[in-house]
């Protein structure tokens, strides 16, 4: 239930070239942590060029977050995509509600985010394929870190340890 249907380090290593060869028509993409650091008004280096190349190619990206309107919504307008805010995931409905706006068959729809026990088994329940990401900013808060515990034997078997070591990732922790 909670292994992604394929893991990434980065966003960057998603090409439209594969997307298309895994005939993936729409594109449920996380926010924090994914293409933003947490709560924060920044954008990751090369997300605007990223989303230009698949809007390009015809490819759907819809915003799919877990927070509150007032954080997703400026965010979603300042990359020029619609949105589904307080999405609850893991359960299915953002990602259902996503999946009616862009009018996407589930098998079709992947659904881009760092967080195993909400994006990805999110797109489970909800018949979509997933790709997990390395968490590009460090964590804050106890659940948060207390899921990041629980994803590293999912992590390791994914991306091996020394690779988790290099991304700082078997001992994250706030301070840095
Ligand atoms: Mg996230």
Redesign the pocket.
Known sequence: MIKPTMAFVSFKDITVEFLKKNNIDAILL?????VSP?SSKKIYDGVEEWLDEIKKSGIEVIIC??NFRKRVYPFAKSVGLDCVAMSLKPLPFGFIRAEKKLSVKPKNALVI???IF??ILGAKLAGMKSALLV?QSPDKGKTIKLRRKLELPMRKKLYGEDYLSKYNLLERDDKK
């Open positions: 996380d926010v924090d942590n994914t947490p977050s877990n985010g760092d967080q909400t994006d968490p």
